[in-house]
C-alpha cells in the first residue's frame, strides 16, 4: 500500500511540475510556438538535452 501511494505521489507531483513548465512557455513571448516544437521534437525521437538547440529555448 505504501509503495502505491509513493508511485500515486510522484506522478502528481510529476504531471503538476510538467504543468508549470508548459504554462511557462505558453505565456513567454512565441510560447505556443516553442510548445509545439517541444512537442514535436520528443514525439520526433530528438533527445531531451538536445531539444534546447532544436527548438531555440
Known sequence: ???NDTLRGT???GG???ALVIG???VS???WQKVSCIG???AGGV???SIHSVCGL
Open 16 to 18: 503538476v511540475v510538467l
Open 1 to 3: 500500500m505504501k509503495i
Open 40 to 42: 514535436r521534437a520528443i
Open 24 to 26: 511557462g512557455f505558453a
Open 11 to 13: 506522478l502528481i507531483l
Open 47 to 49: 533527445s531531451f538535452t
Open 29 to 31: 513571448d512565441n510560447g
